[in-house]
């Protein structure tokens, strides 16, 4: 499976000092739930999909989604954080075979 | 079939635009037809499936709000924001939102944590529906406490059916 990975991480390009930030994150991964059968072969596709994501800004933690196969294929994922503090926010993919993935970007907080 | 070109054209724009570049189809297909087991479990009481994500108790059905169509184009890709109107202070915050497809084999589609840095309960993703169903967006607050929302989303039939 080559189109996997790839994860993209983006911010405003300021933010003021107080103000929310929207965090919009993207990566490849096929997001296969372990439900679905294979139309030519007939046989049950394996699970494979990312079970977690979490984000950090200045060391702390703003945000963990768990997810099941549920979410979509190559999954698009937003949140805010409250930028008082200029720093990274970083991002962590898991999937549910042990790959995992980092991007961050740096807020710009005036 | 050219009277839709435009349309095709606009949602393929969408789908490369947000990296879908596969065939929207085969990931349609990945919820699949339940087996009579599956289907049994998912007659399963929801308060069930709501309280082992997020405690058991009365889900106050206000605060969250779930801004989508009540029609998807694409069952393998529906747009899903859900956002709660909520403080979001040291000792009064929203903690956890859980989302779920009542119809799905599998209703829970995934829970998201928050602390107070958050500085709002807000998160926006794709989720895959089989078929039309209710979903639901139900929050926690530090203390316990449960609000939510509840709609029910049509899943439009196109190429991807059988």
Redesign the interface.
């Known amino acids: 499976m080559a ?1 996997i990975g790839e994860p993209k991480v983006r911010a405003p390009e300021k933010v003021k000092k107080g103000e ?1 930030a929207l965090i919009k994150t ?1 990566i ?1 991964h ?4 372990g ?3 294979d ?1 030519a072969t007939g046989e049950t ?1 394996p699970a494979h999909y990312i079970e977690s994501v979490t984000a950090e ?2 060391g ?24 008082d503090k200029p720093g990274p926010v970083t991002v962590t993919w898991k999937d549910n075979k042990g790959q995992e993935w980092k991007e961050k970007v740096e807020l710009k907080v005036e | 079939m050219s009277i839709h070109s435009e349309t095709t054209l606009t949602r393929r724009s969408f789908l490369v635009a947000v990296g879908a570049t596969g065939v929207a189809c085969a990931a349609i297909g990945v919820v699949g037809m339940p087996s009579l087991a599956e289907a049994a479990e998912a007659a399963v009481n929801m308060d069930e499936i709501i309280a082992k994500e997020l405690g058991a108790g009365t889900v106050a059905l206000e605060k969250v709000k779930i801004d989508t169509p009540p029609k998807a184009e694409n069952g393998a890709l529906v747009r899903f924001p859900v956002s709660v109107d909520h403080p979001m202070e040291p000792d009064n915050y929203i903690a956890a939102i859980a989302i779920f497809v009542d119809d799905n084999p599998k209703p829970l589609v995934g829970k998201f944590e928050f602390t107070p840095a958050s500085g709002k309960a807000e998160v926006e993703m794709r989720i895959k529906m089989a078929k039309a169903s209710q979903v639901r967006a139900i929050a926690k607050t530090n203390k316990g406490k449960l609000y939510g929302a509840v709609m029910k989303i049509e899943v439009a039939e196109g190429g991807c059916a059988g």
């Open positions: 189109d929310l993207l490849k096929p997001m296969e739930s439900l679905r059968k139309a596709v800004y200045g702390a933690m703003v945000v963990k989604a768990s997810w099941t196969g549920a979410v979509s294929k190559n999954p698009f994922f937003s949140f805010y954080v409250k930028a």
